[in-house]
């Protein structure tokens, strides 16, 4: 299995929209700066559509209540 095929940008969602395409650079990301994605599900609207996000605009951090494995 490959680590990264859940991390690969889709051009559409489940129901056909096109999806935003953010470019991501190759650089080292600034004290301040965070790139949330997931590399679990495939279909998450995460960073590669919307970028990186600036720690100011974290409000909460949301922690699991339930787990659950596969």
């Given at each position: 299995?490959?680590?990264?095929?859940?991390?690969?940008?889709?051009?559409a969602?489940?129901d056909?929209?096109?999806?935003?395409?953010?470019?991501?650079?190759?650089?080292?990301?600034?004290?301040?700066?965070?790139?949330?994605m997931?590399?679990?599900?495939?279909?998450?609207?995460?960073?590669?559509?919307?970028?990186?996000?600036?720690?100011?605009?974290?409000?909460?951090?949301?922690?699991?209540?339930?787990?659950?494995?596969?």
């Open positions: 299995m490959n680590c990264c095929a859940n991390s690969a940008q889709i051009s969602d489940i056909g929209h096109e999806m935003p395409q953010y470019r991501l650079r190759e650089r080292m990301l600034g004290d301040s700066e965070y790139l949330f997931s590399d679990v599900n495939p279909n998450s609207f995460d960073a590669r559509y919307f970028g990186l996000i600036a720690g100011l605009q974290i409000q909460h951090v949301v922690e699991p209540f339930f787990t659950w494995g596969k």
